[in-house]
């Protein structure tokens, strides 16, 4: 039986620094992950954290480095400082998306009922993360815990998702 009960919170503590290679990924990823500080994960859905940073795959040539809002300019210009032959490029991402905390128990079915959390039988585990539709709008699920999700959306179609969620869900204020 579903629940409709869930919590909802915007995190506006998560920085980003969106990474993009001009080559695969085997070619930059040891350079880009000391320069990142955390190991950048090379296989989709993949989550790798280390030192308050955590690296999200995104494309077989790109990933969302999430750091804290302070960091995010020093995190791309180390990263594109590694980077002179620009075989890599790095720009601060924190204004383009809007990060969404779900939790509590309706979380997965509320992120089931917009579209879809995967295909897999047991879906997306702790430690990872997919790029997905919900509600029709672009969105990167990242689950943090058992009944914890993270949801990042652009920042221009952010209203419309939450406006979306509470009419499909009655949330409890956080």
């Given at each position: 039986?579903?629940?409709?009960i869930?919590?909802?919170r915007?995190?506006?503590?998560?920085?980003?620094?969106?990474?993009?290679?001009?080559?695969?990924?085997?070619?930059?990823?040891?350079?880009?992950?000391?320069?990142?500080g955390?190991?950048?994960?090379?296989?989709?859905?993949?989550?790798?954290?280390?030192?308050?940073?955590?690296?999200?795959?995104?494309?077989?040539?790109?990933?969302?480095?999430?750091?804290?809002?302070?960091?995010?300019?020093?995190?791309?210009?180390?990263l594109?400082?590694?980077?002179?032959?620009?075989?890599?490029?790095?720009?601060?991402?924190?204004?383009?998306?809007?990060w969404?905390?779900?939790s509590?128990?309706?979380?997965?079915?509320?992120?089931?009922?917009?579209?879809?959390?995967?295909?897999?039988?047991?879906?997306?585990?702790?430690?990872?993360?997919?790029?997905?539709?919900?509600?029709?709008?672009?969105?990167?699920?990242?689950?943090?815990?058992?009944s914890?999700?993270?949801?990042?959306?652009e920042?221009?179609?952010?209203?419309?998702?939450?406006?979306?969620?509470?009419?499909?869900?009655?949330?409890?204020?956080?």
């Amino acid at each position: 039986m579903k629940t409709n009960i869930a919590a909802l919170r915007e995190r506006k503590d998560i920085g980003c620094v969106l990474l993009s290679a001009a080559v695969t990924a085997d070619q930059v990823a040891s350079k880009a992950s000391a320069a990142a500080g955390v190991e950048l994960p090379l296989a989709a859905g993949a989550i790798k954290t280390a030192a308050g940073r955590t690296a999200l795959w995104l494309t077989p040539r790109s990933w969302l480095i999430r750091c804290s809002v302070e960091e995010e300019s020093n995190l791309a210009g180390a990263l594109n400082a590694a980077f002179p032959d620009k075989l890599a490029h790095a720009v601060g991402f924190t204004d383009a998306l809007c990060w969404l905390e779900l939790s509590e128990l309706g979380a997965l079915d509320l992120l089931t009922e917009g579209g879809f959390v995967s295909f897999e039988r047991n879906g997306i585990p702790v430690g990872h993360a997919k790029r997905t539709l919900i509600a029709q709008v672009a969105v990167i699920v990242a689950r943090e815990g058992d009944s914890v999700w993270l949801v990042a959306v652009e920042r221009s179609r952010a209203q419309y998702f939450v406006n979306w969620l509470s009419a499909a869900v009655q949330f409890r204020e956080c």
